[in-house]
């Protein structure tokens, strides 16, 4: 009896101390993700400033932020990951955006930076709230986001008159949209859900876009 005691406490314990490294190695993973979405924020925002709006339109609008921070939210296993990654490369990119401005001397409106910053901080950690749902959120949820964050490319792009902000639109959609058809399949009755999968993507999507491109065409000219 004693032995079978000391065994299980030796079990338990070892248990344990297998336990605090995981632990451990998952905080280091998502303190690296988010590392990196800062990086790759900081690098892709000083590229776009390099390329002002007459040579790509949408390369200066909220939408292909929006874009990038959802991609890198992406690479996240969970939402809590996704949503900090999310945060973290939309910061990055203010930073390289307004960061290589003020040091290469371009001229830089303090009303613009102290309108878009604040809307980047905040719609950063929503875009990789919406990417955290995709991959592991409920279904419904999942299909909710499949369809707002193309919904605020199609939206600003449809505004704006950016061709090719739409076109990145239509095609992040068409994606989303069959990554959830495949994943509604997989659920019986498979014909309700695949349906019902595409009507709340699509419902999300026109709701998504409805509202940015009214709030575009109302607030953007004011401090562009």
Same mark, same amino acid.
């Given at each position: 009896?004693?032995?079978? /005691?000391?065994? =299980?406490?030796? @079990?338990? $314990?070892?248990?344990r101390v297998a336990a605090a490294p995981l632990k451990a190695g998952q905080a280091v993973r998502v303190a690296l993700g988010v590392i990196a979405a800062l990086v790759i924020g900081v690098a892709v925002g000083a590229v776009t400033q390099q390329f002002p709006s007459q /040579?790509?339109? =949408?390369?200066? @609008?909220? $939408?292909?932020?929006?874009?990038?921070?959802f991609l890198i939210a992406l690479t996240a296993a969970g939402v809590a990951s996704a949503?900090?990654?999310?945060?973290?490369?939309?910061?990055?990119?203010?930073i390289g955006y307004y960061g290589l401005a003020a040091l290469h001397g371009y001229p830089v409106s303090g009303s613009t930076a102290g309108f878009w910053v604040p809307v980047a901080?905040?719609?950063?950690?929503?875009?990789?709230?919406?990417?955290?749902?995709?991959r592991s959120g409920s279904p419904l949820l999942a299909h909710i986001a499949a369809g707002v964050i193309p919904g605020v490319l199609l939206g600003e792009g449809f505004a704006a008159g950016h061709q090719l902000e739409t076109?990145?639109?239509?095609g992040l959609m068409a994606g989303l949209l069959a990554w959830q058809v495949r994943r509604a399949a997989a659920h019986a009755p498979a014909a309700r859900a695949v349906a019902g999968a595409v009507a709340v993507a699509l419902a999300g999507c026109l709701a998504a876009g409805a509202l940015v491109c009214s709030w575009y065409l109302a607030t953007v000219p004011t401090v562009g």
């Open positions: 009896m004693l032995t079978e /005691v000391s065994t =299980a406490q030796i @079990s338990e $314990g070892s248990l /040579v790509i339109p =949408a390369s200066t @609008s909220g $939408g292909p932020w929006v874009l990038v921070s949503t900090a990654r999310g945060l973290a490369c939309m910061v990055g990119l203010a901080l905040l719609v950063g950690p929503l875009t990789g709230l919406a990417a955290g749902w995709i076109l990145a639109g239509a």
